[in-house]
Nanobody, 112 residues
């Protein structure tokens, strides 16, 4: 059974940092493209960042230079380091891999 479990969310002031984790089980995340998405209240879920099995990364423009996706293959875990957080980053953050595996999300709240 495939499971993705996000953690690391919380309340942070604007300008602060958080590191989110996505622990995978039932799959080998090291060979998969893993992605982070977020969904703010009243908005559609949006793609943020992805990392391929080969380690190539890509980001949506709004987080480039502030967020970094990485992985620890030994822990079967993918991370999202978020720096210079803004109130508009407030959302539930989700981990995803194909074909359609999603975690339950972790809430990030950025106060102004």
């Amino acid at each position: 059974q495939v499971q993705l479990v996000e953690s690391g969310g919380g309340l942070v002031q604007a300008g602060g940092s958080l590191r989110l984790s996505c622990a995978a089980s039932g799959i080998d995340s090291s060979i998969r493209t893993m992605r982070w998405f977020r969904q703010a209240p009243g908005k559609q879920r949006e793609f943020l960042a992805g990392i391929t099995g080969g380690g190539d990364t890509n980001y949506v423009d709004s987080v480039k230079g502030r967020f970094t996706i990485s992985r620890d293959n030994a822990k079967n875990t993918v991370y999202l380091q978020m720096n210079s957080l803004k109130p508009e980053d407030t959302a539930v953050y989700y981990c995803n891999t194909l074909p359609n595996y999603w975690g339950k999300g972790t809430l990030v709240t950025v106060s102004s």
